[in-house]
C-alpha cells in the first residue's frame, strides 16, 4: 500500500496538525525540576494516601442525603444540580437491528478538566493531583491540575474553592495548549461532555499539598501501573498536541516499532488516508446508521421488568452490563467532607487497539461505534471495545478472539485503568495496544478505518470525533513514546 504524503490536512479546513507545545520531543534535554524521579513520586503518593482519611460506604437508597425518587421514578438531588438517574429508550441498526430501555445518568452540565504546565530548566513539567474519588478501586488516583464539574467550582455545593481554577476560566494566566469539549462513556451517560484543556504558564505557581509536577515521561511510565492515572487526567493527556519530533530525533531511534510511533506523529511520512477521508467515513458512518434516543421516566424502564429496583439497587436480574447504587463518603481533603450518591457500578471491560507499522508509518485501526448515549450517533472508538465476560453467541465482537490471542512479543500495552471514579463504583478496563502481523489485512472492515497519530491530534482539537476509551489508548501509546 503506498500512503499519501504532503498535503493530506489541508483537505480538512481548519483541521490541522500544527500545535503550539514546543520542545516537547527533546529527549536530550535532562528532566530537571521539582521531581527527582519515579521513585520520589511513589514515595510522595504513598504519603498522600497515609495521610488523610477516606471511607466509603454502599447505604439504601433511602439514607442518601439530599436524593430522593421524583414522581417519574428518577433518582435526582434536592437541589436540581449535579445529575440525575434517569430511563433512556434506544433505537439503532449498529450492527444489527434492536431496541431497548435502560438507566442513564443525565447531566446537563459541561466540566472542566484541565492540566498546567510549566517548564523547569526548559523541560515541561505538568501539574497533577492526588485525588479521592468515591468510585476508585484504589480511593486514591493522579487527575489533572482541575477536575471539577460546574456544581464544584460555582460552589452549588457550598464547599472549598477549587485549587487553580483562575489558571483556566476568566482572563487565563497562560498560553492554552488544548481546548476541547469532549465526550464521557456513551453507555452511561446521555450527550455528557468536559471541557478539556492544558495550559502553559510561566507564573511563579504555590505548590499545594497534595499536587505534584510531573514530567510526560514520567506519566507515560506511571501510565503503565493499573489503576494510578485516572480517566480525567488520560482523557486531558490526549489532547494535548505534542508537535513534530524533529526528522534528525526519528532517524536516531533504533527500535522499528518506536521510530514507526515517532512517524505517525508527522504528516511528512505520509498515511493511508487523507484527513479529509478520514472525516469522510465518520459522516458517513453517522449518515448511515440510525440512532434514535428518547429520555423517558425511570419508572418506565422499571415497568418493563428488565431493569428491577430495589433498597440498594438498580440492576437486571442476569447482572449483565451495570447497576446503580447509592455511597456515603466521607473524604478529609474534598471541597466537602461529607457527602452522599448514587454511582453507577458496570462490569469489567476490554478496550483494544490494533496499530500496523505501514510503509514504516504506525496507524491505529479505529471503528466509528454507535453507543446509547452518544451526542452525535457514533464516534470513533478503539478496534474492539466491549465486557468480555457478557458476550453471548453472536454477539462477540470480529476482533476479538484475535485481540485475546495475540503472543506476548506483539502486545506493546497492557493495563487496567479505571472510569472516572466520581461517577463509577470499581469501573475498570484493561486496555491493550496490540501490534498487528503481516496477515493482519491492511483493507479496513466497513466501518474501521486506518489513522495516524497526528490525525488523531489533530481529530482531538474538536469535539466528538474519538470517544473516551480510544482517548485513553492513545494517550498511553504517545506518553509512551517519550
Same mark, same amino acid.
Given at each position: ?22 520542545g516537547?520531543w527533546?529527549?536530550?534535554?535532562p ?8 521513585a ?6 504513598a504519603?498522600?494516601a ?15 442525603s ?10 435526582v ?22 431496541a ?7 447531566q ?24 479521592m ?5 484504589? +480511593? ?10 460546574r456544581?464544584?467550582?460555582t460552589?452549588?455545593h ?5 485549587p487553580?481554577v ?23 451517560f ?23 509536577w510531573l ?10 501501573t493499573d ?15 505534542c508537535?513534530?519530533?524533529?526528522p534528525g530525533?526519528?532517524? +536516531?531511534?533504533?527500535d522499528?516499532?518506536r ?9 511528512r ?10 472525516l469522510?467515513?465518520? +459522516? ?11 429520555r ?8 418493563e421488568?428488565?431493569w428491577?429496583?430495589?433498597?440498594t ?14 455511597v ?22 476490554l478496550?483494544?487497539l ?10 491505529l ?7 446509547a ?9 478503539p ?25 506476548r ?10 472510569e472516572?471514579?466520581g ?18 489485512a ?7 478505518c486506518?489513522?495516524?497519530?497526528h490525525?488523531?491530534?489533530a ?12 482517548r ?9 513514546l517519550?
Amino acid at each position: 500500500m503506498t500512503l499519501a504524503h504532503g498535503t493530506a490536512t489541508q483537505a480538512a479546513g481548519e483541521l490541522h496538525d500544527h500545535g503550539p507545545a514546543d520542545g516537547f520531543w527533546d529527549f536530550a534535554r535532562p528532566a530537571g525540576g521539582p521531581v527527582a524521579g519515579i521513585a520520589e513520586f511513589r514515595h510522595w503518593f504513598a504519603r498522600q494516601a497515609r495521610a488523610h482519611r477516606y471511607a466509603v460506604d454502599r447505604v439504601p437508597f433511602s439514607a442518601l442525603s439530599g436524593w430522593h425518587f421524583d414522581a417519574d421514578g428518577d433518582l435526582v438531588h434536592e437541589s436540581g444540580g449535579f445529575f440525575a438517574i434517569s430511563g433512556l429508550r434506544v433505537r439503532t441498526d449498529f450492527r444489527r437491528p434492536r431496541a431497548w430501555a435502560q438507566p442513564v445518568i443525565v447531566q446537563p452540565e459541561i466540566g472542566l478538566l484541565g492540566i498546567l504546565v510549566k517548564r523547569f530548566d526548559g523541560v515541561p513539567h505538568l501539574l497533577m493531583q492526588a485525588k479521592m474519588e468515591p468510585g476508585n478501586v484504589n +480511593t486514591l488516583q493522579l487527575s489533572p491540575t482541575v477536575q471539577a464539574t460546574r456544581s464544584n467550582y460555582t460552589g452549588v455545593h457550598r464547599g472549598r474553592r477549587v485549587p487553580y481554577v483562575e489558571y483556566f476560566m476568566g482572563p487565563r494566566r497562560g498560553t492554552v495548549l488544548a481546548d476541547s469539549l469532549q465526550s464521557e462513556q456513551g453507555w452511561w451517560f446521555l450527550h455528557k461532555r468536559n471541557r478539556n484543556m492544558v495550559v502553559e504558564t510561566r507564573d511563579e505557581v504555590p505548590l499545594l499539598d497534595g499536587f505534584s509536577w510531573l514530567t510526560l515521561a514520567q506519566l507515560g511510565e506511571l501510565l503503565t501501573t493499573d489503576n494510578l492515572v485516572n480517566m480525567d487526567s488520560r482523557t486531558v493527556l490526549s489532547t494535548l498536541a505534542c508537535g513534530e519530533p524533529a526528522p534528525g530525533l526519528v532517524d +536516531t531511534v533504533a527500535d522499528p516499532y518506536r521510530r514507526a510511533a515517532l512517524r505517525s506523529l508527522a504528516p511528512r511520512y505520509g498515511s493511508v488516508h487523507s484527513l479529509h477521508e478520514v472525516l469522510r467515513r465518520l +459522516t458517513d458512518s453517522r449518515a448511515r446508521h440510525e440512532l434514535v434516543q428518547r429520555r423517558v421516566p425511570l419508572r418506565d424502564v422499571l415497568d418493563e421488568g428488565l431493569w428491577r429496583r430495589t433498597e440498594t439497587g438498580i440492576a437486571r436480574p442476569d447482572g449483565r452490563h451495570f447497576e446503580v447504587i447509592g455511597v456515603d463518603v466521607r473524604a478529609e481533603r474534598r471541597e466537602v467532607g461529607r457527602w452522599s450518591q448514587p454511582l453507577v457500578a458496570p462490569v469489567a471491560g476490554l478496550s483494544g487497539l490494533f496499530v500496523k507499522r505501514i510503509d514504516g508509518v504506525l496507524h491505529l485501526l479505529l471503528e466509528a461505534r454507535v453507543e446509547a448515549g452518544t451526542l452525535n450517533v457514533c464516534e470513533y472508538a478503539p478496534s474492539v471495545q466491549c465486557s468480555p465476560s457478557h458476550q453471548g453467541a453472536g454477539e462477540r465482537p470480529e476482533l476479538l478472539d484475535r485481540l485475546l490471542s495475540a503472543p506476548r512479543e506483539r502486545i506493546r500495552y497492557d493495563a487496567v485503568q479505571s472510569e472516572e471514579g466520581g461517577r463509577f463504583h470499581h469501573a475498570v478496563t484493561r486496555n491493550l495496544i496490540v501490534e498487528a502481523d503481516d496477515a493482519f489485512a491492511a483493507v479496513e472492515p466497513e466501518g474501521y478505518c486506518w489513522v495516524t497519530l497526528h490525525q488523531a491530534q489533530a481529530l482531538l482539537r474538536h469535539s466528538n470525533y474519538l470517544n473516551v476509551q480510544a482517548r485513553t489508548l492513545i494517550a498511553c501509546l504517545q506518553l509512551g513514546l517519550f
